[in-house]
C-alpha cells in the first residue's frame, strides 16, 4: 500500500459527511471469520487476547488488508480484550495493555493508507457477559475509556441482545465524548426486546448515536425494515450482510459472489449509508464490495497491494 496518510487523514470527521450524502461507507467483514482464514485459534473466551500477544503479526496483516480491500472503517481487536474475557485465559490483568495493542496495530495499519480512513473501537462481546448490572455497567465505562484513551476515532457498540445491556454500553461510549455507532441484531419481527426498529433508532438517536448498523443473514428484511425507518430519522442507517443465509460468524464462506453484491445494492437503495461483509465474510468481499460501489459512484477503486 502506498504511504502518506496523516493522522488527519485517518480521522472520522473526514468520513462523517458521507453518513448523510455521497457514497456509503465500507465497513470491514467478519473479523473472526478473516483471521481463521490466517490460522488462528478462536474457539475460546480470550482468543483474541491471545493473538494480540502471541502473533500480533496476524492481526497486523488482517488490518492491512482490510485496508488494501478498500473498507472505510476498521474494527480494532477490541471487543474481548476486557478483564472479564481475557479471564478466561489466565491474563485479565492485561486487558489495558491488550487493548492499547490492538489499537496502537490499527494505527500502524491505517499509517500506510492513502486516503482518509478511521479507526472504531469495538465495545462488546459476544462470548461473556457480566452477572451483576452492576459490574457490567463499571466493565462497560472502564472498556470504553481504554479505548478511548487508545486513540480510536469512534466506538462501536456490538454483540448486546438485550436492551439494557445496549443502553449501558451506549451510555458508556458517549461519556467518552467519541462519535458512536451500534450494531444491531434483530429479531424477525424487526425489533429488540420488543421495540421495533423505528422506535428503537429514535432513542439510541436521543442518546446520541450517529449510526444504526443492521447485522443482517436476509437481504429482503434488512430493505424492509430500512425502507421503512431511513425516512424517518435523522441516524444514519447502514447494514452488514452475511456471505449467505446460512453463514455463522467467524467460519469463511465462499468468495463474494455476484447476488450478495446485489443484495447490498438493494441494501444501498433502501437507505444504508454504511454496507459491509456480515457472518462469513473476508477481506475478499470487502474488495468485491468497494469494487462494486465504486464503478457505481464512479470512483477508482483503491490500487492492488
Known amino acids: ?77 477490541t471487543s474481548d480484550t476486557t478483564p472479564r474475557s481475557l479471564a478466561e485465559v489466565g491474563m485479565e490483568h492485561r486487558a489495558a495493555a491488550l487493548t492499547r495493542r490492538a489499537v496502537e496495530l490499527g494505527r500502524d495499519a491505517l499509517e500506510q493508507a492513502a486516503r482518509p480512513c478511521a479507526l472504531a473501537g469495538v465495545l462488546g462481546s459476544d462470548m461473556v457477559s457480566s452477572v451483576f448490572a452492576e459490574r457490567l455497567v463499571d466493565e462497560l465505562r472502564e472498556h470504553a475509556e481504554r479505548l478511548a484513551t487508545a486513540d480510536c476515532d469512534l466506538l462501536l457498540v456490538r454483540g448486546h441482545g438485550a436492551r439494557r445491556t445496549l443502553d449501558a454500553a451506549v451510555e458508556a461510549a458517549r461519556r467518552t465524548g467519541l462519535p458512536t455507532w451500534v450494531a444491531l441484531t434483530l429479531d424477525r419481527d424487526g425489533g429488540l426486546d420488543g421495540a421495533p426498529l423505528e422506535g428503537l433508532v429514535k432513542e439510541l438517536g436521543d442518546q446520541g448515536v450517529s449510526a444504526v448498523v443492521l447485522d443482517l443473514h436476509d437481504a429482503e428484511l434488512g430493505a424492509r425494515w430500512l425502507s421503512e425507518t431511513a425516512p424517518r430519522t435523522d441516524v444514519a442507517l447502514g447494514a452488514v450482510l452475511a456471505a449467505a443465509p446460512e453463514a455463522v460468524r467467524g467460519f469463511a464462506d465462499d468468495a463474494a459472489s455476484t447476488a450478495w453484491l446485489e443484495q447490498l445494492q438493494r441494501l444501498e437503495g433502501a437507505g444504508a449509508r454504511v454496507l459491509g461483509g456480515g457472518a462469513g465474510t473476508t477481506e475478499a468481499h470487502s474488495r468485491a464490495l468497494r469494487s462494486r460501489l465504486s464503478a457505481q459512484h464512479s470512483v477508482p477503486p483503491p490500487a492492488q497491494p
Open 1 to 77: 500500500m502506498a504511504l502518506g496518510c496523516a493522522p488527519l487523514m485517518s480521522s472520522y470527521a473526514r468520513l462523517a459527511p458521507r453518513l448523510q450524502q455521497g457514497r456509503p461507507l465500507v465497513l470491514d467483514s467478519d473479523t473472526s471469520a478473516s483471521l481463521r482464514r490466517l490460522g488462528a485459534s478462536l474457539d475460546t473466551a480470550g482468543a483474541f487476547g491471545q493473538l494480540l500477544r502471541q502473533r500480533p503479526s496476524a492481526v497486523l496483516e488482517h488490518y492491512a488488508a482490510e485496508l488494501a480491500a478498500g473498507v472505510d472503517i476498521l474494527t480494532a481487536l
